[in-house]
């Protein structure tokens, strides 16, 4: 059964900062995986996704890597606002079955 | 145009009542799922509908029940509420079963 876990749950940074958000998942063969993030009481926004053939993907600020062999993958932020608080999320999707499994997040403070 | 919305936002209601939450999706995605979010912050899946199929997670209770009248549509009912259906619920949509998920912004019920 596969396992994400997301280290630390939790990170406060000042402002400005470029900082790293790390995922780790325990079965390989994956399809692609996906970050989320989420603000408090709202739902899910799609970040990034990267298929398992890609190596990275990027969008403005972000970037994701993904390292299928060990088992990882990074979002890195840079220059981080205050606005970029929040709850980040990582999900791979299932070989078989409906289950996607999400990591257990990281809660980011970037402080002014 | 709200890509997954579902309604209503926040729900209060009594114990043993039945109560319905809506979600439409505009994305013309294949498969449709509802997640329970507790107060840890962490998602359970409860069902997915793909093309007429139905997959329970054996976890839900049969007072759940979802909805599908069309493609764009997956409504979850809830029978003889407790209290312990207290948590965020959120629909979200992909393409197929391994797809980008989208999720609703979330449907708060909260149960007396």
């Known amino acids: 059964k596969q396992e994400v876990t997301q280290i630390p749950a939790a990170l406060s940074v000042p402002e400005g900062e470029n900082l790293v958000l790390n995922c780790s998942f325990t079965?390989?063969?994956?399809?692609?995986l996906q970050w989320f993030r989420q603000d408090p009481g709202k739902g899910l926004t799609s970040l990034l996704l990267i298929q398992s053939s890609q190596r990275e993907q990027t969008s403005g600020r972000l970037n994701a890597s993904l390292d299928k062999s060990s088992g990882r993958s990074t979002l890195y932020i840079a220059a981080s606002q205050p606005g970029d608080s929040a709850t980040y999320l990582c999900?791979?999707?299932?070989?078989?079955?409906?289950?996607?499994?999400f990591g257990t997040g990281t809660s980011l403070t970037v402080i002014p | 145009d709200t890509a997954v919305s579902q309604t209503p936002k926040y729900l209060v209601t009594q114990m043993g009542n039945d109560k319905s939450i809506k979600c439409e999706q505009n994305l013309g995605h294949d498969t449709m799922y509802w997640y329970k979010q507790d107060s840890k912050k962490f998602l359970k899946i409860m069902f997915s509908y793909n093309n007429k199929e139905l997959i329970i997670n054996e976890t839900v209770p049969n007072r759940f029940s979802p909805k599908s009248p069309d493609k764009a549509h997956l409504n979850l009912h809830i029978n003889s509420l407790e209290l312990g259906d207290s948590a965020v619920y959120f629909c979200?949509?992909?393409?197929?079963?391994?797809?980008?998920?989208?999720f609703g912004e979330g449907s708060r019920l909260t149960v007396l």
């Open positions: 079965d390989s063969a994956i399809y692609n």
């Open positions: 999900a791979v999707p299932p070989n078989t079955g409906n289950q996607f499994y």
């Open positions: 979200a949509s992909s393409q197929t079963r391994a797809g980008e998920l989208f």
